[in-house]
């Protein structure tokens, strides 16, 4: 399955997009804590091997936070699936990286590595622009549920909203002892919701998003990340 439909790796709008990346002063930086919290929560909730935050520059895609795969920092823009993804306002999923599914990027670094499988939502920022996507990646050929993909949808815009109120504290107001404070908390929080996560995999093998059971806590712990970031944001 593919949800590619465009024809060029690079958008009519790219100057513009490129800008906005440019703004929040993210490209090639050192990791950071709270990001590094997302993806191994993405991994867990979505049960794949690697999770990732990339962001699209103009030649490169850069890996802010990476779990499940060791010392890959960035990837030439044409060998990473990141960069078709981007071209999409909705959640992509390609169930293979075989040319066919894909004839916008390379897919030999993929390949080498095994990959059979990619869903990602792109981190949008409030202009509209999509610098980058969190995405979650198989060896294994599957699909993604409605309500799986919603739920990626839910994570990576509260990704989007952290990225925003880093550039809030540490560009606009210069503030890196509020960004860390911000940190701390997101990083409380999302440790709550990774021990719930622990919890489904021990009790179930696995988490399993199309059950309401297992839906409506995890929902809710994504509303309290929200609740820190609106209240961070509007302050």
């Not at 490129?18 to 929040?24: F, I, M, S, V």
């Not at 991994?43 to 850069?62: G, K, Y």
């Not at 409605?146 to 880093?166: F, Y």
Request: net charge negative; glycine share 4%.
């Amino acid at each position: 399955m593919s949800t590619f439909l465009l024809d060029s790796l690079i958008p009519t709008d790219d100057v513009v997009r490129l800008r906005t990346l440019h703004l929040y002063q993210i490209v090639n930086t050192t990791p950071e804590p709270v990001f590094d919290e997302y993806v191994a929560w993405a991994a867990q909730l979505f049960n794949t091997p690697i999770a990732l935050i990339s962001f699209v520059d103009e030649d490169h895609v850069w890996f802010k936070a990476v779990t499940g795969v060791e010392g890959i920092q960035q990837l030439d823009r044409t060998e990473s699936m990141c960069s078709a993804a981007i071209l999409q306002d909705k959640v992509v999923v390609t169930s293979d990286y075989k040319p066919s599914s894909c004839e916008l990027i390379k897919p030999d670094v993929a390949q080498a590595n095994g990959l059979n499988f990619y869903a990602g939502s792109a981190l949008q920022m409030p202009d509209g622009a999509r610098i980058g996507m969190l995405a979650v990646i198989d060896k294994e050929e599957r699909t993604l549920s409605d309500a799986e993909a919603a739920v990626l949808s839910r994570l990576a815009g509260l990704v989007g909203q952290t990225i925003e109120l880093r550039f809030r504290y540490l560009v606009i107001n210069q503030e890196a002892d509020e960004w860390e404070d911000a940190q701390r908390e997101l990083a409380a929080t999302l440790d709550d919701n990774a021990a719930l996560a622990r919890y489904l995999i021990t009790r179930n093998q696995r988490i399993d998003l199309d059950d309401d059971e297992v839906a409506q806590p995890i929902l809710h712990r994504l509303e309290n990340v929200a609740k820190v970031l609106n209240r961070r944001l509007a302050a």
